[in-house]
């Protein structure tokens, strides 16, 4: 048994962009652009970056719910790669996924009940009675009544939702669950309970997470360890600790930096980057994140630089020219 629940090989996921009359293809959007990680079972990796950096196609793409245009991904040491639907179907049962939007994911005609043994018919799991007790036992494992099958998703407030996303995602007994933004559609009051049951939910059923988020607060408070991700290619990889104390690279720097300071006499220097994001259509050469670094050399706009581990912490890898040796915050 491999110690690794996901492990990504220089995922690559283009997509075409057709145009004109004949809609031929005038372009390619690089959502990831060479992406490799490892996630060790039963821990919590986080996936932070600003909007658009690919996050949620990384998801997707680990679960097949994309097919990859280039790289390989494997679930508990199972090449998925190139798996035809009908081969993936038994392996759909060990990774689950927890979407967005609590108002979009659930389907408004048909009652929570409904929904929740849909995983049970499609997989063939389970007769009619079974299948509803075991409703009852899930509604009940992320705290909802069980009489809340015979309801509909518009009868529950968001946070109630969620907790029923939650509930389909580990009704099959998964071993991986991909959090995709799982409390940002969610007031703040709400989000610290969901996230305080999907790390309950961890330990009692031994589940592995990567969670996705661009709230690098939020990701500090569930994670394990951190990656950043820019523009379709991951930045920096370490413990949450290592991130959030010594980050290395400048775009890590300005994401912390961001992070609101609870005491007021607590004063820290804000990094403002200048520029918008480039376009995944047409990314620049070099180092990604060029365009808008500061401290920004030649090389950077020649060379791409490598993910690869730095000199200043055990298991600590960053994709930097100048890892170590550049720190904006002072």
Known sequence: M???MIEVVDLKQHFPIYGGVFLRQVGTVYALDGVSIKVKRGETVGLVGESGCGKTTMGRTMLRLYDPTAGRIFIDGVDITRLSQKELRPLRRQMQIIFQ???????????????????FIIHKQLDSRER??????????????GSASDRYPHEFSGGQRQR???ARAISLNPKLVVCDEPVSALDV???????NLLLTLQRELELTYLFISHDLAVVKHISDR??????????????????IETPQHPYTQALISAIPEPDPERKKKKIILIGDVPSPINPPPGCCFHTRCPVAKDVCRQQIPVLKQSDTGIDHQVACHFAGEVNLAE
């Open 2 to 4: 491999t110690d690794s």
């Open 226 to 243: 951190i990656a950043v991700m820019y523009l379709g290619k991951i930045v920096e990889y370490a413990s949450a600790a290592d991130i």
């Open 132 to 145: 509803k007790s075991k409703v009852k036992q899930l509604l009940d494992t992320v705290g909802l009544s």
């Open 101 to 119: 939007d609590p108002f979009e994911s659930l389907n408004s005609r048909h009652t929570v009940g409904e929904i929740l043994e849909e995983s």
């Open 164 to 166: 029923i996303g939650i």
């Open 189 to 195: 009051s709400i989000q610290s309970q969901i996230l």
